[in-house]
């Protein structure tokens, strides 16, 4: 019977040193708050939420929406950062409502730049409706725009009612769909976003007011991006970092929802990035512009096509894991021209050693492949029959 015991310890020894373990999914911090989201914009992952899904009223998050059509109303040149925008009496009287303001009156023109800082910086309700009337012609007319654009990204639990995030029926979105809306913003407007969203205070008319995202003020890395609150939606904060680790920069974006207080929601945002930062490594999978793989076409004019990503692929894993990753390919098979450049043909699956998932990565063609003349396709017709 010892002789028993010795031989299964050693056995069970053995065993704990030479087969892979499965990696432990980090757990995120307590956060005091009604839903959260932490998504690693880098590797396109989210890495931990808790009532993301849940539909909630994002308050002034509204304005990420409104300055994200301001912004493409500027690329579009339909209007110009240096043009004068005459302030309405529906726009002065915002002031009635008791939200946050710009303090603009019939009496100015402001430019659209200082109404995107009246908007981004001081959350200024009267700004969003001079920016929604100077864009659209009326609010009305903004608001459709904004929900096509919603309906357009998919986004089927966002329906706006006004510009400013005004506690409205109907008038209401989720974390993930708020972080959705970020995510483009940021993506799509990057200098927009830089100029804007990191400023820590604006003075217009002689009033100076804070940004009351309180986060740039503490933590340098965090570059945006916008507080909201409401009786009803209680303190809301979407906040984003970009940190440096060993292949690049890597940016976090944090959606607390419903928080007790305006430092609580900056304390919980701070608490998810720095959680996200020390639990998760950014791994480098792929260089941008360089294939992840070259697969056989059937029926083209060309017999291979090369499959990559959409820029450098980034994963995120559990703090030490990025040594030990398994990937593997799913793809259509046989891949049969015409091809277009970008279509997605494959799936890269990322798996911890332990086989644990950890992402999956759409693959597209890199350069298209045309069809190939009658010939061509029933030479290979045949040997698609015989394989």
């Known amino acids: 019977m010892t002789r028993l015991r010795t031989l299964l310890a050693a056995t069970a020894l053995f065993l704990s040193v030479c087969l892979p373990v499965a990696a432990q999914v980090p757990q995120p911090p307590e956060i005091a708050a009604r839903g959260y989201l932490l998504v690693d914009m880098t590797a396109r992952q989210v890495l931990a939420e808790r009532n993301a899904d849940a539909q909630a009223e994002p308050a002034s998050l509204t304005k990420l929406m409104t300055a994200y059509l301001v912004f493409t109303a500027l690329k579009d040149k339909k209007i110009a950062l240096d043009q004068k925008l005459a302030v309405s009496e529906r726009a002065w009287a915002e002031r009635r409502g008791g939200g946050s303001l710009m303090f603009i009156d019939p009496k100015m023109t402001p430019t659209v730049d200082e109404l995107l800082k009246g908007l981004i910086v001081q959350s200024g309700n009267d700004a969003a409706v001079a920016l929604a009337e100077g864009v659209a012609g009326s609010v009305e007319r903004f608001v459709e725009m904004m929900n096509a654009q919603a309906q357009a990204w998919g986004l089927k639990s966002t329906s706006f009612k006004n510009v400013a995030g005004l506690t409205v029926a109907g008038h209401h979105s989720t974390a993930r769909e708020l972080a959705e809306i970020a995510q483009h913003l940021i993506r799509e407007y990057p200098e927009r ?4 969203y990191s400023m820590k205070e604006y003075t217009f008319n002689n009033i100076r007011q804070p940004n009351r995202n309180l986060l740039l003020g503490r933590d340098p890395t965090v570059d945006g991006m916008k507080t909201g609150f409401t009786d009803a939606a209680g303190y809301c904060l979407i906040a984003s970092a970009q940190r440096d680790f060993p292949n690049g920069k890597r940016r976090l974006l944090s959606v607390v929802m419903g928080a007790e207080s305006m430092q609580g929601r900056a304390n919980e945002s701070q608490k998810l990035l720095n959680w996200g930062y020390t639990s998760y490594d950014a791994v480098r999978l792929f260089e941008a512009g360089k294939p992840v793989t070259t697969v056989p076409v059937w029926k083209g004019t060309r017999n291979t096509v090369a499959l990559g990503g959409d820029g450098a692929l980034f994963v995120a894993v559990p703090k030490g894991e990025g040594e030990h990753l398994k990937t593997s ?16 043909v494959a799936t890269l699956k990322v798996s911890t050693a332990g086989g644990a998932p950890v992402a999956a990565v759409p693959l597209m063609v890199q350069e298209g492949v045309p069809q190939a003349g009658i010939f061509g396709r029933a030479w290979d017709a045949i040997r698609l029959w015989i394989k």
């Open 193 to 196: 976003y830089a100029t804007y």
């Open 329 to 344: 390919i799913e793809r259509t098979d046989p891949l049969v021209a015409p091809l277009a450049k970008g279509q997605r």
